[in-house]
């Protein structure tokens, strides 16, 4: 079996001049390599003739498949069209097929259509027209001496549709890809580095064909195993016992799998055992339930949230002690803990969780640096809480915070509802 | 004056399978943009010598100035280094100075230092060391028949120290780059379209040197203006002239200029006048607390927030009537007042803001389909209401909501606070 090399072209002057993020070519590459196709370059060029025949020339050189977005709008910046008529030697004709798909868009949306936009139902002869059924910009496949090119329209959600319904499915028909089977573990609450020294004698015996990235984002750390082979489900079960060997020695920090979000997890736990949550958040100021709101359905489990930002309404709403706050200051344990108990209390749910810190850039002291902060949640018989020693910058405080505090509750719940 | 042409290239295979996302080369096209410099072709390769030789080669021939991220890491898969000495025919040799800067830094740190680290300090004898402050691997500054080549690390904080302290007041010196002025408005609560029809005649007779964007991005439109000449303040002048007479026509949906967030721009007002505020968040479950909470020194004017998932607490924490609850519901104008008085009795605030609605992705009936949300802004003397009719998406109406409740908030502002 031969290693398949993908090449992508990301075409447009905003690129260029970074007035848009190329989030597609990122796409991409993490699509290709699920199914074992290897990015080889990425290249942006803007709306000018001679760079991008010449990309495409050179693309040609190294690459088997070849994917290109953008430059596909029907104005006359955008050359990708005309250039690879061009560059592969036939006329644009006009395809019946891609007029009427696009005039019925208009019409579906209920918006006038120009000449211009029915142009875009006009392709290069020797293109397959690929339909775009949620974009007027066809997406155009070609095959020259066994290399394929895929030209796509540069909005996301019509390149995701077009590469989702066509190109994936279409690579293994052309190329013989290797099977390779994925899977991702996703800890929160321990470092990169920590988590590489408790599962090394478990990596290190790891057979050659599996391999294990590291892959850390703000407060969580995924492992991705990797296994290549001949057999799909013999490199599962393999996989699924490597994840039973390497579980013990993690579990406390394992929340999910592949697409499992902290926040959608903790989400399964509580609806499954029909527990409800409520927030009291001030250094975090609404960002746990900004995070907890955005799994669909979670009005099932949560309840609500009070952010008081002031002391007063720490005591007002959530019945903080006047004489807490007096003695030991916002930012203390004891706050902590009669917050979650407060708004444990105030919305009548299972698990009240606080956070109460100094986010900074400023309200910090020698006792009670910026990125001081306390965290506690309290649930029917139990009541804990966690200082965490942040940075000195506020947006990561914040985000940071949000991880530990939802960190914080899988780990009372697990603990409390064996 | 020539056209100073710049080219990126971003090395590591991590960036080619996507395990992480290049937001460096954006930042440097952005930084570009501003001073004149034109990014011609962006590149990722892999941690492959010949893909770095012949992505070095091939940006000599288009560039001026070529920038490199990534590849300097202390192990064996880093080849940037080497590859660039090959490049430029120079031996590597320690840099005295070079190999100070990384020890202290690994002592400043009280982390331990390998060999391996100490070699970081070891560079092509064809450079200019440029110190890295904030990290281990320093940058690189070579010179060859009139193009400059810049060697970066690919941690984004780094890079960006290198590029504000060093490349960014370098290029002036070695290139005659063309004057600019730029200035962004910022607006929200008007789609692109529509701005760009009240704007119409301005735009048309705008200078030949003075150039307009438009910039969308999620409930917002960016204007930028951007002149060109050769007296930057007569640019900045002209600049200012066109900004005051396109205002009237548009004056009701800007927020403010340059990095001004919808967030900090609120924040200003309340504080300019000594106002406060309070939120009653249903259906945006936390994100306009969290928004406004981003903002440093926000406790000067947020009082706090209450996010009352369901009936009872609208109810019993911001006493909506039970009776509106019943007769129209949760989603509804009256109820979204009823929250936004409630919200500001219960704080004692100036503003009271509230949110209601369904999010999505269920909850929908024909009457309020999925998307429907109310939102009211509380006053001395006021009391306003908005109906918005967004999208199927559980994100983007919890974000548009979020801008639609900040942006009611401005106008109620400026309406009653003149």
Same mark, same amino acid.
């Given at each position: 079996?031969q290693?398949?090399k993908?090449?992508i072209?990301?075409?447009?002057?905003e690129l260029?001049y970074g007035?848009?993020?190329?989030t597609?070519?990122?796409w991409i590459?993490?699509e290709?390599d699920?199914?074992?196709?290897?990015v080889?370059?990425?290249?942006?060029?803007?709306?000018?003739?001679?760079?991008i025949?010449?990309?495409f020339a050179e693309a040609?050189q190294?690459?088997?498949?070849i994917l290109?977005?953008?430059g596909?709008g029907?104005?006359?910046?955008?050359l990708?069209?005309?250039?690879?008529?061009?560059?592969?030697?036939c006329?644009?004709?006009?395809v019946p097929e891609?007029?009427e798909?696009v005039?019925?868009f208009?019409?579906r949306?209920?918006?006038?259509?120009?000449?211009?936009?029915?142009l875009?139902g006009?392709l290069?002869a020797?293109?397959?027209?690929v339909?775009n059924e949620?974009?007027?910009a066809?997406?155009m496949?070609f095959?020259k001496?066994?290399?394929?090119?895929?030209?796509?329209?540069?909005?996301?959600?019509?390149?995701?549709?077009?590469?989702r319904d066509?190109?994936?499915p279409?690579?293994?028909?052309v190329?013989e890809?290797?099977i390779?089977y994925h899977?991702m573990?996703k800890?929160a609450g321990?470092?990169?580095?920590?988590?590489?020294?408790?599962?090394?004698d478990?990596?290190n =015996?790891?057979?050659e064909?599996?391999? +294990?990235a590291y892959?850390? &984002?703000? /407060?969580?750390?995924?492992?991705?195993? $990797?296994?290549f082979?001949?057999?799909?489900q013999?490199l599962?079960d393999?996989?699924e016992?490597?994840?039973?060997?390497?579980?013990p020695?993690i579990?406390?920090f394992?929340?999910?799998?592949?697409e499992?979000?902290?926040?959608?997890?903790i989400g399964k736990?509580l609806k =499954?055992?029909?527990?409800?949550l409520? +927030?009291a958040?001030s250094c &975090?100021g /609404?960002?746990v339930?900004?995070?907890? $709101?955005t799994?669909?359905g979670?009005?099932?489990?949560f309840?609500g949230?009070?952010?008081?930002y002031?002391?007063q309404?720490?005591?007002?709403?959530?019945?903080?002690?006047?004489e807490?706050?007096?003695?030991v200051?916002?930012?203390?344990?004891?706050t902590?803990?009669?917050?979650?108990?407060?708004?444990?209390? +105030?919305?009548?749910?299972?698990?009240g969780l606080?956070?109460t810190?100094?986010?900074g850039p400023?309200?910090?002291?020698?006792?009670k640096?910026v990125?001081?902060?306390?965290?506690?949640?309290?649930?029917?018989g139990?009541?804990?809480?966690?200082?965490?020693?942040?940075?000195q910058?506020?947006?990561?405080n914040?985000?940071l915070?949000?991880?530990?505090?939802?960190?914080?509750?899988?780990?009372?719940?697990?603990?409390?509802?064996?």
């Amino acid at each position: 079996m031969q290693l398949v090399k993908a090449e992508i072209i990301a075409i447009g002057d905003e690129l260029l001049y970074g007035q848009i993020m190329d989030t597609n070519s990122h796409w991409i590459s993490q699509e290709l390599d699920l199914i074992g196709v290897k990015v080889v370059r990425k290249t942006t060029v803007g709306d000018n003739r001679n760079d991008i025949l010449s990309a495409f020339a050179e693309a040609e050189q190294r690459a088997d498949i070849i994917l290109i977005t953008g430059g596909l709008g029907p104005t006359q910046d955008d050359l990708t069209k005309p250039l690879l008529a061009e560059y592969f030697g036939c006329e644009i004709v006009e395809v019946p097929e891609a007029v009427e798909a696009v005039t019925s868009f208009f019409k579906r949306r209920g918006r006038e259509m120009t000449q211009l936009n029915i142009l875009q139902g006009h392709l290069p002869a020797c293109c397959t027209y690929v339909p775009n059924e949620v974009g007027t910009a066809p997406g155009m496949w070609f095959e020259k001496n066994g290399t394929y090119w895929m030209s796509m329209p540069g909005v996301p959600h019509e390149m995701k549709k077009l590469m989702r319904d066509f190109v994936l499915p279409k690579l293994p028909q052309v190329f013989e890809l290797p099977i390779i089977y994925h899977k991702m573990i996703k800890t929160a609450g321990i470092g990169e580095s920590w988590l590489a020294d408790l599962i090394k004698d478990w990596e290190n =015996n790891l057979p050659e064909h599996i391999r +294990l990235a590291y892959l850390p &984002s703000l /407060g969580h750390v995924k492992l991705r195993l $990797t296994a290549f082979g001949t057999d799909q489900q013999k490199l599962a079960d393999e996989v699924e016992n490597q994840i039973t060997s390497v579980l013990p020695l993690i579990d406390k920090f394992v929340y999910g799998y592949d697409e499992e979000t902290l926040e959608s997890a903790i989400g399964k736990l509580l609806k =499954n055992a029909g527990k409800s949550l409520a +927030l009291a958040e001030s250094c &975090s100021g /609404g960002y746990v339930s900004h995070l907890v $709101t955005t799994v669909p359905g979670s009005s099932a489990y949560f309840q609500g949230s009070v952010v008081p930002y002031h002391n007063q309404f720490k005591e007002n709403i959530l019945g903080v002690k006047a004489e807490t706050l007096q003695s030991v200051g916002a930012v203390s344990e004891e706050t902590a803990k009669e917050m979650a108990l407060g708004v444990r209390r +105030l919305f009548g749910s299972d698990f009240g969780l606080a956070s109460t810190g100094i986010a900074g850039p400023d309200g910090g002291s020698e006792e009670k640096p910026v990125g001081t902060v306390w965290i506690a949640c309290a649930g029917e018989g139990f009541l804990e809480a966690r200082k965490l020693q942040l940075t000195q910058d506020r947006m990561l405080n914040i985000q940071l915070t949000g991880v530990s505090v939802l960190n914080l509750l899988r780990n009372c719940f697990n603990q409390n509802n064996k």
